[in-house]
């Protein structure tokens, strides 16, 4: 008797670390979610109306959230020893580990086709939105941003803007065939200006003055990075949901057992 009441206390308690477990992913997903949100506001600019990119990360937020209060919930029912609670956590994992096997399978189909679309928005933002290099608007102020950040110009490269509306609509004597954003910038200054402006529309080719490639294909690698804390913080989830259901279904049936004793 001792020995079963040893082993349910057990139960007990790793259910409640592993629960906990599981509170902290939620919580990590919630917080790389508002990190899209609040700190790329720059590249979801870029994207335009697309809702791709801004619903992925609230989506992000929600389940986040929604993790969280589950971990939550699996915490008190495993504490407080609520039959109700933990039957209740376990159908909720047991959603939340569909949903995310369905949401891993539509990831990987449509992967391809998500990078072209939000590669085409800002191409669209460039060619149609910009206004010029002092320019003030949101859209205008997220590319002349993200080329110093990231050392990029254009979508693909700097023969985007020869397209842009920007570009053709500019006077004949003042002619610039991108913004001085594109320029590489002088680090050692305070001011951030570029390295040498001349030089830089004089030969845009040359890496030493003119930043070298398109922002999507920079600002994807950034990306990619923060789907691989993604993807290994879903992983662990999922782990800890697959121990989680069984530790959960394990304590209320031990509990409907005591109660018949």
């Known amino acids: 008797m001792d020995s079963e009441g040893g082993c349910y206390n057990c139960m007990k308690y790793l259910l409640f670390v592993f629960n906990l477990l599981f509170w902290l992913s939620g919580a990590a997903l919630l917080g790389v979610g508002i990190w899209v949100i609040v700190a790329q506001q720059s590249f979801i600019t870029l994207v335009g109306d697309n809702p791709l990119f801004i619903t992925g990360a609230y989506i992000l937020i929600g389940v986040g959230a929604f993790v969280f209060f589950v971990g939550f919930l699996g915490c008190c029912g495993a504490i407080k020893e609520s039959k109700c609670m933990l039957i209740l956590f376990f159908i909720l994992l047991l959603l939340i580990f569909a949903a995310e096997i369905v949401a891993a399978v539509l990831a990987f189909m449509f992967r391809a086709k998500s990078e072209q679309v939000l590669s085409d928005m800002m191409n669209k933002t460039l060619q149609e ?15 002349n941003y993200v080329q110093i950040i990231f050392g990029c110009c254009g979508t693909k490269g700097y023969s985007d803007w020869l397209t842009s509306d920007w570009v053709t609509n500019q006077g004949q004597g003042t002619r610039m065939n991108f913004p001085s954003s594109c ?3 002088d680090k050692l200054t305070l001011d951030n200006l570029p390295k040498n402006e001349t030089a830089c529309y004089l030969n845009p080719d040359d890496p030493m003055y003119m930043n070298s490639g398109g922002c999507f294909e920079k600002m994807k690698s950034e990306f990619q990075q923060k789907i691989l804390i993604i993807a290994i913080v879903g992983i662990a989830i999922a782990a800890v949901m697959i121990l989680g259901m069984v530790f959960s279904i394990c304590m209320v049936r031990n509990m409907e057992e005591n109660t018949r004793m």
């Open 129 to 143: 939105d910009y206004k010029g290099p002092k320019a003030q608007d949101p859209t205008s102020a997220a590319w």
């Open 183 to 185: 320029c590489v910038r």
